[in-house]
């Protein structure tokens, strides 16, 4: 609160990106992701999430959108997981990493901004 009573939310993170013309939830494609889990056999969600997405915007081009999970999937792999679950070619990973486990907040939900901090500087 400020010195007149207002209240200013601050530090809240961006959980969509605008590529082309469309604004593009992170958190669908991460529950796009997470359709093919019992399929592809990957891990259990258990002991805490097992990916998360974070992107960052280039004007003029297409957003950098980065993978992390906690088991091994390449970029073509996961690429092609977006294609079947019906991403449009604008929409592609540009890097994924692997984790021993994806950071966590106190509720239980991925600390973006810990990912950002150390995979985005």
């Known amino acids: 609160l400020d010195d007149e ?41 258990e002991e805490g999430p097992i990916l998360g997405i974070i992107a960052h915007e280039v004007p003029g081009d297409r957003p950098l959108i980065y993978l992390f999970t906690t088991f091994p999937l390449t970029i073509e792999e996961g690429n092609d997981l977006l294609k079947k679950a019906g991403f449009s070619n604008l929409i592609r990973l540009t890097k994924t990493y692997q984790l021993d486990e994806i950071p966590i907040m106190g509720t239980g939900k991925v600390n973006y901004r810990v990912l950002e901090e150390q995979y985005l500087k």
Not at 7 to 25: P, Q
């Open 5 to 45: 009573g207002r209240l200013t939310i601050s530090g809240r993170l961006k959980r969509f990106i605008k590529v082309g013309a469309e604004m593009v939830s992170l958190e669908a494609i991460e529950r796009a992701l997470m359709d093919f889990q019992k399929e592809l056999e990957w891990p259990s969600t």
